[in-house]
């Protein structure tokens, strides 16, 4: 998906945007409209996701597990959920939003 759409998606509450890094660094941080949920809470917070949208989830970039993992864990959950190819830094550095502070 082309950040363009992902941002038009997201903005219309189509999709999910899910950032799977740590609370620090999603302050620091992140995708508009993004939902932080560390990978390792993920579990347990996973009904907190809507499950008649689309999830992509993100993180540190295209070689980052964590959004791997989040994508496989909410797909066994039944999800349709996706992976970002780049995270945040490619987002950054190609010129997209980036939105700071908490959710």
Known sequence: MLPDQLLNRSSKGL???LDVR????????HLPGAVNIPLK????RITELPKDQDVVAYCRGPYCVLS???VDMLRHKGY??????NGLPEWKL???????GAA
């Open 80 to 85: 349709q959920a996706k992976r970002l190819e």
């Open 15 to 17: 999709l999910t945007v």
């Open 22 to 29: 740590q609370a620090d660094e999603f302050k620091a941080g």
């Open 41 to 44: 809470e993920l579990e347990r």
């Open 94 to 100: 190609a010129g997209y939003p980036v939105a700071l």
């Open 68 to 70: 791997f993992d989040a």
